[in-house]
């Protein structure tokens, strides 16, 4: 026995670190949980993890600094181990971090399933990814529509985004569109629930994620794992879906902890095969047999539509993406780039001249970002700041990429396109319906 509790700092999204905190160290007297970090998403540090969901061990709850200070928190707070809990990150990130923990002296370290992965009482899909923005959402809105056609009760658990009041955030439902007014939703944590809700399905997400899966169990045949990032999932899936995008193909075997997804998989899909070039198509096919042999591999289109593709023909456009796709994932297009070139655009505009405040500062920190504008809205100012931008913005119509209407939450003085992306297995390729069947 250990005289004294192991003092660990654990590096964080506000996601997998409350997750892999609540599930494994939260009431481990084995060790002391002295601080969180946070990256990635605005606005995280500077709270505190709350008492009310840090347990008996932490009566004051737990502090959160911004990721920069961690040499500095490891010495104030003699820290001996630094958990790793977020995704997205190249290996050659991964291992900076690591020598940076290890020069100051303490020990870094990255959690595994067994470790971190509840389970379910009902049967669990898990649809995970290699990389964010490689199609996770429309895949598992796909497996969705199919089981439901099937008579199951199928519950969405979204890998988590509590980006304000944590207590309030602990268990979320949404249902209805007035549930994401109810609880002011990102502009980021709409993009994730309202396609779901469009299609009447019931979404569960928050802080506890224990706490959400017993609930939602009580309303479901089926629980869809709607993973975040290039994340793990958080339950021990029945089956694990993990969705590949060959417009970055090389990440595969790249990014951490996406290669982890792509060696658990049961299948994996390759997404986007319509607007990739054949020899990267080949490529992520290659790396996926090479690491997971035994996973069945599905090739895919995601064929975009477009309300009103004449309004766009012949004019100049504003491109909006979906923002981690093109921010952290590192994509310096997406479906809607592609929609306003299909249309025949005249001519797509640099959106970065009009930027202001925080929208400017996101195009500063991604500068590979030139012909689009990610849809950024972390909180009220950042939406005022993406409005006041579109506004700004010389040309004729706006291109959402965007897989919500940005009409209810901001007012655009020019016209605003929403353009839609569904996954569409190949002829000739095992269909879901039989992957499912067999599951």
Sequence with gaps: MRAMRAKVIIMGAAGRDFHNFNVYFRDNANYEVVAFTATQIPNIEGRKYPASLAGKLYPRGIDIYPEKDLPELIKKFGAEQVVLAYSDLSHLDVMHKASLVNAVGADFRLMGMNQTALKSTVPVIAVCAVRTGSGKSQ?????????????????????????????????????????????????????????????????????????????????????????????????????????????????????????????????????????????????????????????????????????????????????????????????????????????????????RPFAVNSIKDTFAKYPHLESVLPAMGYGNHQVKDLQDTINAAKCDVVVSGTPIDLNRVLKANKPLIRVRYDLQVLKGETKLEDILAKF
């Design 139 to 351: 895949t598992t809105r796909a497996i969705a529509s199919i089981l439901r056609a099937k008579g199951r009760r199928v519950v969405a658990i979204r890998h988590p985004m509590p980006y304000g009041d944590l207590e309030k955030q602990a268990v979320q439902r949404y249902a209805t569109y007035a549930d994401l007014d109810r609880n002011e939703c990102t502009i980021e944590e709409r993009e994730e629930y309202e396609p779901h809700i469009d299609k009447g399905i019931i979404v569960y997400a928050g802080v506890d994620y224990e706490k959400i899966l017993r609930q939602a169990e009580k309303e479901a045949d089926v629980i869809l794992w709607d993973g975040g990032n290039n994340d793990t999932p958080f339950y021990v899936p029945n089956l694990h879906i993990v969705v590949a995008d060959p417009h970055r193909a090389e990440h595969a075997r790249l990014y951490y902890p996406g290669e982890t997804n792509i060696r658990m998989a049961d299948v994996v899909i390759i997404n986007k095969v319509d607007t990739a070039q054949p020899k990267d198509v080949e490529l992520v096919k290659q790396i996926v047999e090479e690491l997971n042999p035994k996973a069945k591999i599905i090739k895919a289109a995601s064929p975009v539509t477009v309300e009103d593709p004449k309004s766009i023909k012949g004019k100049t456009v504003l491109v909006i993406e979906d923002g981690p796709t093109v921010t952290h994932g590192g994509m310096g297009f997406g479906a809607g780039y592609i929609a306003a070139k299909n249309s025949g655009a005249k001519k797509i505009i640099d959106p």
